[in-house]
């Protein structure tokens, strides 16, 4: 997510020989980025999306576009961020993995998301390896969000009448603690917008200018 930034990691071998392991050029766009280290994503991935999913946060980055076969069997091309800082965010990975499961069953979306939230917002001291992350209003946030992802995948609720797994991800339980703060009831009669768009400015907190 670092597109200002050249990265280029090498491997040495017994011989001395440098071998490029990978390699990006600190001036392109994050979809190059993503297909410049992973070369299959090219044709997977949409452009760039960014969605409003409450006031003052944003989610954007890169996701598998909405059809057929344009996932992966494993989740190993999905990677999240809140202000560029990577994070585990399992709430949002499941729903977004029901969601796709509607447009390419047997399959799992290839996903580069940064969530632009304020510091205040979230607490990333959890665990030492600062992965864990406790997000303020997380059941709003995801709330909001269920709506711009179904959205961009043309997905009704409908579709998911009987499916208990993803109606216990939809029920944001937070009694295991992934949230902190206020869990605010969803809002009704509102809707969020969903965007594929040239990236918007970021500063160097990764919020947005």
């Known amino acids: 997510v670092q597109e200002d930034i050249r990265f280029h990691c090498t491997h040495t071998t017994g011989k001395g020989e440098a071998k490029t392991v990978l390699s990006t050029n600190g001036r392109t766009s994050l979809k190059d980025n993503v297909t410049l280290i992973f070369k299959d994503t090219r044709n997977r991935i949409a452009d760039y999306v960014y969605f409003d999913a409450e006031r003052n946060i944003r989610i954007t980055g890169i996701l598998s576009k909405p059809q057929p076969k344009s996932g992966r069997t494993q989740t190993d091309r999905q990677f999240w961020y809140i202000n560029r800082r990577p994070v585990d965010l399992p709430k949002f990975s499941r729903l977004l993995n029901e969601c796709f499961r509607r447009v390419s069953p047997h399959q799992y979306p290839i996903a580069v998301l940064n969530i ?5 917002h979230y607490d990333v001291n959890v665990t030492p390896d ?5 997000v303020d209003d997380e059941a709003k ?3 909001a969000w269920k709506e711009d992802i179904m959205n961009f ?7 998911f009448e009987g499916n208990t797994d993803f109606q216990t991800t939809l029920s944001f339980d937070l009694s295991d603690g992934a949230s902190m703060g206020r869990a605010s009831p969803p809002r009704r009669g509102e809707s969020s917008d969903v965007f594929v768009s040239p990236s ?3 500063d160097s907190t990764g919020s947005f200018s």
């Open 141 to 143: 946030i995801l709330t």
């Open 200 to 202: 918007p400015a970021l």
């Open 116 to 120: 632009s939230l304020q510091g205040s």
């Open 130 to 134: 600062k992965r864990k992350v406790f």
């Open 153 to 159: 995948y043309n997905v009704e609720e409908t579709m």
